[in-house]
Antibody, heavy 117, light 109 residues
Framework: EVQLVESGGGLVQPGGSLRLSCAASGFTFSSYDMHWVRQATGKGLEWVSAIGTAGDPYYPGSVKGRFTISRENAKNSLYLQMNSLRAGDTAVYYC???????????WGKGTTVTVSS | SSELTQDPAVSVALGQTVRITCQGDSLRSYYASWYQQKPGQAPVLVIYGKNNRPSGIPDRFSGSSSGNTASLTITGAQAEDEADYYCNSRDSSGNLYVVFGGGTKLTVL
């Protein structure tokens, strides 16, 4: 079964850091581009970052310079290092598999990040 | 970066047909994908490409595109189709940049 499982969420103070992980199983992880997408309570989906099969990262302006996406193919794992966190980063963070042209066909259940003092 | 625009809310009578639209410049270059999200759950891909359904998605879901507008049509809406629907596409700048629509809340009456 193709599966993505996120972990690492929690409560962090403004300005703090957190590292999210996404464990992939049931498919050849190294062959796929991967994404992080977040959703604040009651809000829509927001793309957070992507990483290509060659390890090339992509970010929107809202997180560029603060977030770092990475992957470890030997461990079938995707990561998101989040620094300088703000209240506006509070959301459920999903990892998702890209089967081409930003078609996200498999999603994890998400992990919740709360930035609050 | 590009933006995708969706109507915030749409309603449909049980068994009737409803169309949810998504507009944006990126759709002139890339097809939209559509995702269904029910409360407390992760999004689920329902339509991708020209008009393709992943395995397990009912054939009452279909997609179309013209110019800068993509549409998701549900023919014979069921109570279980009540959900939020999001479109997305690759950003006009290409590579792996992604843009999402703001979402449409579908109510089945």
């Amino acid at each position: 079964e193709v599966q993505l499982v996120e972990s690492g969420g929690g409560l962090v103070q403004p300005g703090g850091s957190l590292r999210l992980s996404c464990a992939a199983s049931g498919f050849t992880f190294s062959s796929y581009d991967m994404h992080w997408v977040r959703q604040a309570t009651g809000k829509g989906l927001e793309w957070v970052s992507a990483i290509g099969t060659a390890g090339d990262p992509y970010y929107p302006g809202s997180v560029k310079g603060r977030f770092t996406i990475s992957r470890e193919n030997a461990k079938n794992s995707l990561y998101l290092q989040m620094n300088s966190l703000r209240a506006g980063d509070t959301a459920v963070y999903y990892c998702a598999r890209d089967v081409g042209l930003s078609i996200l066909d498999v999603w994890g259940k998400g992990t919740t990040v709360t930035v609050s003092s | 970066s590009s933006e995708l625009t969706q109507d915030p809310a749409v309603s449909v009578a049980l068994g009737q047909t409803v169309r949810i639209t998504c507009q944006g410049d990126s759709l002139r270059s890339y097809y939209a994908s559509w995702y269904q999200q029910k409360p407390g759950q992760a999004p689920v891909l329902v339509i991708y490409g020209k008009n393709n359904r992943p395995s397990g998605i009912p054939d009452r879901f279909s997609g179309s595109s013209s110019g800068n507008t993509a549409s998701l049509t549900i023919t014979g809406a069921q109570a279980e189709d009540e959900a939020d629907y999001y479109c997305n596409s690759r950003d006009s700048s290409g590579n792996l940049y992604v843009v999402f629509g703001g979402g449409t809340k579908l109510t089945v009456l």
